[in-house]
């Protein structure tokens, strides 16, 4: 009996301790690439455009010593992992750390929990995120499955945006003269621009394929301000799952995929012997018109003869409304083992309601580089976001006072017609750092309203720490009274990115339970430079296991501190 209960022990404690740590190590700097027939330096990881792929299992640990080996400082950031309790290393710059300054490193410790499937890492400081940026792949847990066929391999697809120049020079030259950012001069995949830019030397990105084979596409839309289509021509994808959460598997002929999302994507070499382009463009509902550029790679089965298939490329229109909101009104969640089980807050469960105007406007432009009285900003419920000096995060923790104010409003100042003609209003916003702040445990509904202040237009929102269910979407003026019947509360999908479409509204829910600082913020780093972003404070609960874990000693020093 006594042999017997050791040997259940032994097998319990090799359970309990399945989960692995793993050891990164990222040398930032920069390093010359030429595309369009033009070299250009960037800051890049290990030198590579795009960065390493980090590839662990769902539950596993990972450290990642980042050296600053570059001419400037930046933070790097986990998109989509949630941090449990863990908001020291999260990332972005002035929210949870100051900027790893040039000279020197700092170890990141990453814990994963629920999330499965396709995540990101990129730089969260000024535009760096355009050239520092990579996968962060999650595989299942050992002797766990895919709740789909098991695929013979899998391919990271990075939809990216490429400018012949220093990402970080164009955005502040931008600002310093109030005006908007240049759009990008080519859009990539895995770093190949591809063979329709007219520069011989640029390079198409190449899948190699077994005929008859099954393969997951694991891709990212890390473009700086274009939500973007992908099709593989000829080829039925299926899309399996979306923010590292698995989703009701349905088939279609492209994606639309808005900047920082992932989806994972099965494709079956099903067709004749040969070479297929898969291809991306731009889609936009917007004024302001990114470039309608068509990006081309290379789905090429072994063995093929001849070349490539010379079959009209399905990719929907830039402008293609129906055709976006025909895709994502298929993503559903799916109630597999695999998945955290459904836990979408009732009605009877929210406690917080926000509903939160999504615009661009106008600030008075005050340097000598100012091209007019006016330049570009942009706002959540009329707050143009101020970044601090010292990261909000150690503020809140440490009682520092004149960092930030605990007074976001949760409803826009002023009601009007946000959908409407805005030719004449005035698109003046106010400015702040102001915080979100709700308990531990608090059940959140939160109502993002897009409006036609400025160019109007679409919008993907990210919320740091949390994934949230997306449980409504709309055109027009959100109706608090009659729009919540139209919620799907059964199956909505377990996102951290939303799309929150131009003249309409979402409804995201969640139970705040992550303690902590967490961003808020658009992914069109435009707008996300201009100020269309918040911060989320969770407060600690009552108990240690509710409450934030305390800093390490290693953080990065705040520059004047």
């Given at each position: 009996m006594v042999s017997w209960f050791v040997g259940v022990l032994f097998l319990s404690t090799l359970l309990l301790c399945s989960a692995d740590v793993h050891h990164y190590e990222f040398f930032v700097r920069e390093s010359n690439f030429t595309k369009l027939c033009n070299t250009t330096t960037l800051l890049v990881v290990n030198d590579s455009y795009p960065g390493p792929e980090i590839r662990v299992h769902k539950g596993d640990t990972v450290f990642v010593n980042v050296h600053n080996q570059g001419n400037y400082s930046f933070t790097i950031h986990w998109h989509g992992v949630k941090q449990p309790r863990n908001p020291w290393f999260d990332g972005p710059e002035f929210i949870t750390q100051c900027p790893i300054q040039p000279g020197t490193n700092f170890t990141h410790e990453i814990i994963l929990s629920d999330e499965i499937g396709t995540l990101w890492w990129h730089a969260h400081s000024d535009w760096t995120r355009g050239s520092v940026h990579g996968a962060f792949i999650i595989l299942p847990a050992e002797n766990d499955t895919y709740p789909f066929p098991t695929p013979n391999a899998d391919q990271t697809i990075i939809l990216q945006s490429w400018y012949n120049g220093d990402y970080k020079q164009i955005i502040d030259d931008a600002l310093a003269a109030g005006v908007a950012p240049r759009t990008a001069d080519a859009y990539a995949i895995n770093g190949h621009l591809g063979d329709t830019y007219g520069c011989p030397n640029d390079t198409?990105?190449?899948?190699?394929?077994?005929?008859?084979?099954?393969?997951?596409?694991?891709?990212?839309?890390?473009?700086?301000?274009?939500?973007?289509?992908?099709?593989?021509?000829?080829?039925?994808?299926?899309?399996?799952?979306?923010?590292?959460?698995?989703?009701?598997?349905?088939?279609?002929?492209?994606?639309?995929?808005?900047?920082?999302?992932?989806?994972?994507?099965?494709?079956?070499?099903?067709?004749?012997?040969?070479?297929?382009?898969?291809?991306?463009?731009?889609f936009s509902d917007s004024a302001a018109q990114p470039s309608d550029f068509i990006t081309t790679g290379v789905f090429q089965y072994?063995?093929?003869?001849?070349?490539?298939?010379?079959?009209?490329?399905p990719l929907p229109a830039m402008n293609d409304t129906d055709a976006m909101l025909n895709f994502i009104n298929q993503i559903r969640y799916t109630n597999v083992s695999q998945n955290p089980t459904i836990n979408v807050p009732a009605d009877t469960d929210i406690n917080r309601r926000l509903y939160i105007t999504i615009a661009t406007n106008t600030l008075p432009c005050n340097t000598s580089e100012c091209v007019s009285d006016d330049r570009f900003a942009a706002s959540l419920n009329n707050v143009s976001f101020v970044s601090p000096r010292i990261d909000i995060l150690q503020a809140y923790y440490r009682n520092i006072t004149g960092v930030f104010t605990q007074d976001f409003p949760f409803n826009p100042p002023v009601f009007y017609n946000f959908t409407g003609n805005l030719t004449d209003f005035n698109t003046v916003a106010g400015e702040g750092t102001r915080a979100i702040v709700v308990n531990y445990g608090d059940a959140v509904e939160m109502v993002l309203q897009t409006t036609r202040l400025g160019a109007g237009g679409s919008h993907p929102i990210h919320l740091h720490g949390f994934s949230f269910y997306w449980v409504g979407i709309g055109t027009g003026n959100f109706n608090n009274e009659t729009d919540p019947s139209t919620y799907n509360l059964v199956d909505p999908p377990l996102i951290n990115t939303v799309h929150s479409p131009a003249a309409g509204w979402v409804a995201l829910r969640f139970f705040a339970k992550n303690p902590g600082v967490w961003y808020m913020h658009c992914h069109f780093e435009r707008h996300n430079s201009w100020g269309m972003s918040t911060v989320l404070i969770v407060r600690n609960g009552s108990t240690t296991e509710t409450s934030m874990r305390p800093p390490p000693s290693t953080m990065p020093r705040c520059p004047g501190t």
């Open positions: 198409i990105f190449l899948m190699e394929v077994e005929s008859e084979n099954i393969y997951l596409l694991r891709i990212i839309n890390a473009a700086m301000n274009e939500e973007q289509f992908f099709t593989i021509t000829n080829h039925t994808l299926i899309v399996v799952a979306q923010d590292a959460s698995y989703v009701r598997m349905f088939t279609t002929d492209y994606i639309m995929i808005s900047p920082g999302q992932t989806m994972d994507v099965l494709v079956i070499a099903d067709q004749n012997v040969g070479q297929y382009y898969m291809a991306i463009r731009p072994t063995n093929n003869e001849g070349g490539l298939n010379a079959s009209l490329i």
